[in-house]
């Protein structure tokens, strides 16, 4: 079993619509989560954290995090075709005291116009 | 102007030869990754630093070797041992201890025929 488990996709969604991304991971100590945005043949760009149970909005973005079932997710609002990307989800687990995060395999968004 | 740097973009290489990926950074971070990430997979740690002079392998070690005599560099070997090196490259910084701020550089695409 992964540590980190995302459905790699591709999810389509029509432009405006709201893309949701979902996330499950192993360990259930795990702290600190995040999510990664990469465009094609780029390097990762980290645009969401989230450390507590609930939702944390920043501008088109949400991320939601259920400790007790083990999952994150990322909702974009009225998704643009400029969020087609690669979605990874990030998890520092207990055992990397900080050190390492570990990556899910990622999801693809196609948001269409 | 901070960042991480990676050369070159792309790199050529015959089967059986050793090639050696460059990483450097100017953002005064103790900290440094090296990871893999193959087409629609998530990213896999080779191998990280947080210290100059000392390093840790990583989930994907076998094959590759690493240096940290400076704390701005941080450069990964391929070597002929790695049985599938061709593969998109990337190298990250962050503070001790906080790997969740990880900064990317550009990446290297590594091809192997």
């Known amino acids: 079993q992964k540590e980190v488990e995302q459905n790699s996709g591709p999810l389509s969604v029509p432009e405006g619509a709201i893309a949701s991304l979902n996330c499950t991971y192993s360990d259930r100590v795990s702290q600190s989560f995040f999510w990664y945005r990469q465009y094609s043949g780029k390097s990762p760009e980290l645009i969401m954290s989230i450390y507590s149970n609930g939702d944390k909005e920043d501008g088109r973005f949400t991320a939601q995090l259920n400790k007790a079932s083990q999952y994150v997710s990322l909702l974009i609002r009225d998704s643009q075709p400029s969020d087609s990307a690669t979605y990874l989800c990030a998890v520092n687990m207990r055992d990397n005291a900080g050190n390492m995060l570990t990556f899910g395999g990622g999801t693809r968004l196609m948001v269409k116009p | 102007d901070g960042g991480i740097t990676q050369s070159p973009k792309y790199l050529f290489r015959k089967e059986g030869q050793n090639v050696t990926l460059s990483c450097e950074q100017n953002l005064n971070h103790d900290a440094m990754y090296w990871y893999r990430q193959d087409p629609g997979q998530g990213l896999r740690l080779i191998y990280y630093s947080q210290i100059v002079n000392d390093f840790q392998k990583g989930d994907i070690a076998e094959g590759y070797s690493v240096s940290r005599e400076k704390k701005e560099s941080f450069p990964l070997t391929v070597t002929s041992a790695q049985k599938n090196p061709t593969a998109f490259y990337l190298c990250?910084?962050?503070?001790?201890?906080?790997?969740?701020?990880?900064?990317f550089g550009p990446g290297t695409r590594l091809t192997v025929t």
């Open positions: 990250a910084s962050s503070m001790t201890g906080r790997a969740y701020e990880q900064y």
